[in-house]
Nanobody, 124 residues
Framework: QVQLVESGGGLVQAGGSLRLSCAGSGRTSTIYAMGWFRQAPRKEREFVAAISWTGGVIYYGDAVKGRFTTSRDNAKNMGYLQMNSLKPEDTAVYFC?????????????????WGQGTQVTVSS
């Protein structure tokens, strides 16, 4: 079992930045890839970013390419999502997720563990 806790969400003006963190605990000695997803009110959960165990493979959703950057620190069991040039349409609850294995995936169905989410609100 892996437990995930997100932090770093909040209210920011359009054009601003936020950095989300995802702390892993439990069975974190195993190899796992991480993903970030978001869900806005009345919308389906959407892929944001994914990073492989080594960090050598990273994927981004089209809506965030060029603005968001994901990274990880395996020694600290931490994942990060740096969000720049935020837009009102980025407003959502952001979730981190983990799956056992080396490879990162864009689809939610590939992830075994999820955090509770952190709210990000971008005002215009």
């Amino acid at each position: 079992q892996v437990q995930l806790v997100e932090s770093g969400g909040g209210l920011v003006q359009a054009g601003g930045s936020l950095r989300l963190s995802c702390a892993g605990s439990g069975r974190t000695s195993t190899i796992y890839a991480m993903g970030w997803f978001r869900q806005a009110p009345r919308k389906e959960r959407e892929f944001v970013a994914a990073i492989s165990w080594t960090g050598g493979v990273i994927y981004y959703g089209d809506a965030v390419k060029g603005r968001f950057t994901t990274s990880r620190d395996n020694a600290k069991n931490m994942g990060y999502l740096q969000m720049n040039s935020l837009k009102p349409e980025d407003t959502a609850v952001y979730f981190c997720a983990a799956r056992y294995g080396l490879s990162a995936y864009r689809s939610m169905i590939n992830y075994d563990y999820w955090g509770q989410g952190t709210q990000v609100t971008v005002s215009s």
